[in-house]
């Protein structure tokens, strides 16, 4: 099936500093979710993104639409070891019967 | 916390017996989905449900099959279990122009 190709695949950085990752995709998307999922748990919504464009915060993480539909950004700021986890993008097309197109992930690893 | 109940949360079973899966939900939002997450390629789509008695094939239907007799229940059957359906089980819900909220799981392990 179709995926999105996100990157990194896996990161280690120490506490503080602040992450990037990214999702793209050769189609156009309505919709881009964001997820964090933690070991031995189903994935939790962190932000979601409707418009092209749009820049959406939840706390010390910012996500953006990007202009074209085929990509969005996840940023964190001044990680702290609760942040680790697996984080995954989720694309959605308009009429598709909400059938999400997901990313692989990314790892993410804090050292404190 | 999405009101998505899953059941059993973990099982064993061996190959060749009937597996069911229950996926409760207290949202009464119509969509509801089953997914797979196996390392290497992340969350695949079974079947999904937009309505009562309204079911489609996801990109991994084979070996599964779906019923929603009601709102809140989606079902999720193994008829003839096989090692390669041991994985963890995801059932999500969602309702139109709205994001998608993921129960905890249930992880099945085919001996």
């Known amino acids: 099936g179709q995926q999105l190709n996100q990157s990194p695949q896996s990161m280690f950085i120490q506490e503080g500093e602040d992450v990037s990752m990214n999702c793209t995709s050769s189609?156009?998307?309505?919709?881009w979710l964001w997820y964090k999922q933690d070991p031995g748990e189903g994935p939790v919504l962190l932000i979601a993104?409707?418009?092209a464009g749009e820049l959406t915060s939840n706390g010390r993480l910012t996500a953006q639409f990007g202009i074209t539909r085929k990509d969005s950004f996840l940023n964190i700021s001044a990680s702290i070891p609760s942040d680790v986890g697996i984080y995954f993008c989720a694309g959605l097309y308009a009429g598709n019967n909400r059938k999400l197109i997901w990313g692989l992930g990314t790892s993410l690893a804090v050292n404190p | 916390d999405a009101g998505i109940t899953q059941s059993p949360r973990h099982k064993v079973t061996e190959t060749g017996t009937p597996v069911t899966l229950r996926c409760h939900q207290t949202e009464n939002h119509r969509y509801m989905y089953w997914y797979r997450q196996d390392p290497g390629h992340g969350l695949r789509l079974i079947h999904y449900?937009?309505?009562?008695?309204?079911?489609d094939k996801g990109e991994v239907s084979d070996g599964y099959s779906v019923s929603r007799s009601k709102t809140e229940d989606f079902l999720l059957t193994l008829e003839s279990a096989t090692s390669s359906q041991t994985s963890v089980y995801f059932c999500?819900?969602?309702?139109?122009?709205?994001?998608?909220?993921f129960g905890e799981g249930s992880w099945l392990t085919v001996v």
């Open positions: 449900s937009y309505g009562v008695k309204d079911t």
């Open positions: 189609s156009i998307f309505n919709t």
């Open positions: 993104l409707y418009k």
């Open positions: 999500a819900i969602s309702e139109p122009g709205n994001t998608i909220y």
